[in-house]
């Protein structure tokens, strides 16, 4: 899994949409990685913004990889618009391609939703949880290394404690 996901961080640098860009991170566990691209973020004069987001699931072999547009609005009622999703393959192939239509129009942001995520940080009402930025290669490929290295720990910390020996059924002579 983890050479798996080392290939994806390595080849996600040439995978489309955005070529040259800074991705951060939104979330992270130990199943999938969401992130946000900044440098390509445009403010549109009605104060909407348009970005694009990046899913990256552990594990999944059909379609690791999601990229997606945004549109949200960042005056009034929260609100965002799916422009468009790119599903890729775990070799970063374009496997699978939406684009929204005139009559897709705005959603109300569901709380505690990916949607509301998107739009807290689109809108800057919410700081980057987690200091990492680059290409998204390079952040997938750190998210890569933090998750092996947690993995690693824990099963360190299982077998430190599966040698343990427990004080309490120790009777003193």
């Known amino acids: 899994m983890l050479r798996f996901l080392a290939s994806v ?3 996600a640098l040439g995978a489309t949409p955005a070529l040259a ?13 969401l992130m946000m691209e900044t440098d390509s973020k445009v403010v549109h004069p009605n104060g909407n913004i348009t970005v694009w987001t990046s899913s990256l699931k552990v594990g999944e072999q059909d379609e690791p990889v999601v990229k997606a547009l945004w549109q949200v609005s960042c005056t009034g009622t929260p609100m965002i618009r799916p422009e468009m999703v790119v599903w ?3 070799d970063l192939n374009s496997k699978e391609s939406w684009k929204a239509t005139k009559k897709d129009g705005f959603q109300p942001v569901v709380p505690g939703s990916r949607g509301e995520m998107t739009w807290q940080y689109a809108c800057g009402r919410k700081a980057w949880p987690i200091a990492i930025q680059g290409s998204f290669g390079e952040v997938a490929g ?4 933090s998750l ?3 993995i690693a720990y824990a099963r360190n910390a299982d077998s ?3 040698n343990a020996v427990d004080a309490s059924v ?3 002579k």
């Open 160 to 162: 430190a404690s599966d």
């Open 142 to 145: 750190a998210y890569t290394k």
């Open 170 to 172: 120790i009777e003193p």
């Open 88 to 90: 890729f393959d775990s």
């Open 148 to 150: 092996a290295k947690l």
């Open 9 to 11: 961080a390595a080849l």
């Open 21 to 33: 860009e800074t991705w951060h991170v939104m979330g992270a566990t130990p199943a999938e990685l």
